[in-house]
């Protein structure tokens, strides 16, 4: 079945720093991907997404390109601010069946000034 | 534009007792449906999702249950609360012919004491 792996958190980082999560994937066929973000308290927000091989989703600085070869959908930023502290989910939407999202197991991005 | 409707914000319940909470979506209709919940530390777990009116399916067998009494509305049930029930209960909507992504809920807090 489909399933999505995010690297493990938490993540610490300082403020301006250079952000990368990794997220891989297994799925028949090209699933469309997505980065959702959920800040305390909050339900989640799409970040950003890409539907077909070698799109780049961007959204408030933030990139991941949908990498066919490698399975995978890194989530980057080049300067990362306090306000960017938040829990950061990875997920596919396969393309048979009911659109059911299957989510990473989010990873906790905390930064300080 | 659409919106999403979750109530209450938080909720405290002792083991045992019975649940209802409620999800409302406006600006659109014939929406997917969707209940996520969000255990601690750990990432989302699809509960159950609607396609239409009176039409729920169940991902995973629990104590919990759904219904959608009316076509923007979905209610998550529960007869007897256990303590394993406390969580992050996310309701989502998505576009019913669109392969797109999902759109939140602000959750509800829930703990079972």
């Known amino acids: 079945g489909n399933s999505v792996t995010q690297m493990e958190g938490p993540v610490t980082l300082s403020e301006e720093a250079f952000l990368t999560i990794n997220c891989t994937y297994t799925?028949?066929?090209?699933?469309?991907l997505f980065w959702y973000v959920q800040y305390p308290g909050e339900g989640l927000q799409l970040l950003l997404k890409a539907t077909k091989a070698d799109d780049k989703g961007s959204n408030k600085g933030f990139e991941a390109t949908y990498r066919k070869e490698t399975t995978s959908f890194h989530l980057e930023k080049g300067s990362v601010q306090v306000s960017d502290s938040a829990v950061y989910f990875c997920a596919l939407l396969g393309i048979q069946g009911a659109q059911k999202l299957v989510f990473g197991q989010g990873t906790r991005l905390t930064i300080n000034p | 534009s659409q919106t999403i409707h979750q109530w209450p914000a938080t909720l405290v319940q002792p083991v045992g007792s019975p649940l209802s909470l409620e999800c409302t979506v406006e600006?659109?209709?014939?929406?997917?449906l969707y209940w996520y919940r969000q255990a601690a530390g750990r990432g989302l777990q699809l509960l159950f999702y609607?396609?239409?009116?009176?039409?729920i399916s169940s991902e995973v067998p629990q104590n919990l249950s759904a219904s959608r009494p009316q076509d923007r509305q979905f209610i998550l049930s529960s007869k007897k609360l256990l303590l394993s029930d406390s969580g992050f209960y996310l309701c989502?909507?998505?576009?019913?012919?669109?392969?797109?992504?999902?759109?939140f809920g602000p959750g509800t807090r829930l703990t079972v004491t």
């Open positions: 989502a909507w998505s576009w019913s012919m669109s392969s797109y992504e999902q759109y």
């Open positions: 609607s396609v239409g009116i009176g039409q």
């Open positions: 600006g659109t209709s014939n929406p997917n």
């Open positions: 799925a028949t066929g090209y699933p469309s």
